[in-house]
């Protein structure tokens, strides 16, 4: 039997894999609203733990560092950066160490074109391991219109009080920092945000919010793959949902949201 293979497109949330002299890591991201505090958008990385350099610490335990610079220039102007180490959890020996590790950043950023760039380095290597990548992201929300956030591919979630940066509106959210679905995973979880409805639709209006799974190649929505929910106009709704995959062929899809008035 052919292995099941499903590649999830989401807008202005791209996942990519690169290799360069033995680190290994996914990054996707995702743009986001405050109505308090504007625009931001969220960096997740996810290291593979065998690619990276594990060095015995003080308390017999085996360590990884990364040095990550994160900036975002805008006509050559740095608009926001950061640029810190990120330490694995420690593990207590290195004879089994096929899993990944997470960090996630948050930025904020004003409407705009941003040339993004990320600097990866292994400080335990003694070779010149480091990645980089750059890629060109607009951010562009507005307070007249209805908009919709990215579209955050997620592992699991849980409700919480907590306020720190795996957090939105109540939600522990941990992501899936990969566009590849195994046969494994028989559900897609997303996280995605609408920003405006009761301002353009007016308070207490009920409107319609459509997800399904779109072809790559024909541009049409699968059959079977199709859903509607209701919902009521706010200034920001939350999207929490799952879909089950485990019947759909092999292939790349997008996934889309739309938002719908009674009309």
């Known amino acids: 039997m052919r292995k099941k293979t499903v590649i999830i497109l989401t807008f202005l949330c791209i996942s990519l894999v690169t290799r360069v002299r033995g680190i290994e890591a996914y990054l996707s991201y995702c743009t986001f609203y405050s109505p308090v505090d504007g625009p931001y958008i969220e960096t997740y990385i996810s290291f593979d733990a065998r690619s990276v350099k594990w060095v015995q610490n003080e308390n017999n335990k085996y360590g990884a560092t990364l040095q990550i610079l994160i900036l975002f220039k805008n006509d050559s102007i740095i608009q926001n950066y950061k640029k810190y180490n990120f330490s694995a959890p420690e593990i207590d020996d290195t004879t089994n160490i096929d899993f990944n590790f997470i960090d996630q950043q948050r930025f904020a950023l004003n409407n705009g074109k941003y040339d993004f760039q990320i600097y990866i380095r292994d400080t335990n290597s003694k070779v010149n391991d480091e990645i980089y990548y750059e890629a060109p992201i607009e951010i ?68 319609l919010i459509t997800m399904y799974i779109k072809s790559f190649t024909s541009g049409l929505p699968v059959n079977d793959f199709y859903f509607v929910r209701k919902s009521v106009s706010n200034k920001v709704n939350v999207l929490l949902n799952e879909i089950d995959i485990s019947l759909l062929p092999s292939g790349n899809y997008f996934l889309v949201i739309e938002v719908r008035n009674q009309n």
């Open 140 to 207: 562009s929300y507005s307070d007249k219109k209805i908009n919709i956030s990215g579209i955050e591919l997620i592992d699991s979630y849980l409700r919480t009080d907590e306020t720190n940066v795996l957090t939105k509106n109540g939600y522990k959210i941990i992501p899936y920092i990969a566009a590849y679905y195994p046969k494994e995973v028989s559900k897609i979880k997303f996280y995605s945000e609408i920003y405006n409805t009761s301002d353009v639709f007016g308070d207490d209006y009920k409107y």
